[in-house]
């Protein structure tokens, strides 16, 4: 079965400093893998995919994530932190059923700090 | 705008009155689905339905109806809600027109039930 671990449930930074997210992901099939982000009371929005076409992605204000394989891993990364980068990012991982099912982390609430 | 409207935001209810969430989205998208959302578990699929008239269970089915009469609308149905049920309830749909679609989230309706 496919899933999806996301280490650190509470990630705080500097304004400033670089944002590491963890995610690590399993499954029996070459997997399609998404980060998500959620801003307070709001739904989650696509922040980055993988699709098999370059491991290193780009995304949305100014986030990137590196898929390796050998490392079952797809970390997203920012280099400088913004405050408005404040909210919960999720992993998620779509391999099975067709890759129409998706499997989400348990998020990541990134706290910035002034 | 495209997007996926669910209604209401906000639910209070008492154990045993059903009760239906709405969810509606205008981008004429095959899939759509339901998540519940909670501390420290991420999002769990409720059901799914991948075109009209076709649906099936997610992880966490007990407890939950759906229908898809329409392909704008999938209804979420709680016959008979008890206090586990209280929890963020998300609605997404995507188009089944390539593997990669990303989830088009709605903005999510906080059901509580006492």
């Known amino acids: 079965a496919q899933s999806v671990t996301q280490l650190g449930s509470h990630v705080s930074v500097s304004e400033g400093a670089l944002v590491l997210l963890r995610c690590n992901y399993s499954?029996?099939?070459?997997?399609?893998l998404f980060w998500y982000v959620q801003y307070p009371n709001q739904g989650l929005q696509l922040l980055l995919k993988?699709?098999?076409?370059?491991?290193l992605v780009k995304g949305i204000n100014g986030f990137e994530a590196e898929f390796k394989k050998s490392e079952t891993s797809f970390h997203l990364t920012k280099p400088s932190a913004h405050m408005s980068d404040a909210a919960e990012y999720f992993c998620?991982?779509?391999?099975?059923?067709?890759?129409?099912?998706?499997?989400f982390g348990t998020g990541t609430k990134l706290q910035v700090i002034p | 705008e495209a997007q996926v409207t669910q209604n209401p935001r906000y639910l209070i209810t008492v154990t045993g009155k059903k009760l239906t969430v709405t969810c509606s989205q205008n981008?004429?998208?095959?899939?759509m689905s339901w998540y519940r959302q909670d501390p420290g578990l991420g999002l769990r699929q409720i059901y799914y339905?991948?075109?009209?008239?076709?649906?099936d269970k997610g992880d966490v089915p007990e407890g939950y109806k759906v229908s898809r009469k329409e392909k704008r609308n999938f209804p979420l149905i709680l016959e008979s809600p008890s206090p586990n049920q209280t929890s963020l309830y998300f609605c997404?749909?995507?188009?089944?027109?390539?593997?990669?679609?990303?989830?088009?989230f709605g903005n999510g309706t906080r059901l509580t039930v006492t």
């Open positions: 997404a749909s995507s188009s089944l027109q390539g593997r990669n679609s990303p989830l088009h």
């Open positions: 499954s029996s099939v070459p997997p399609y």
């Open positions: 993988y699709t098999s076409a370059a491991t």
């Open positions: 998620a991982v779509a391999a099975e059923r067709g890759y129409q099912k998706v499997t």
């Open positions: 981008m004429n998208h095959e899939y």
């Open positions: 339905s991948m075109n009209v008239e076709v649906t």
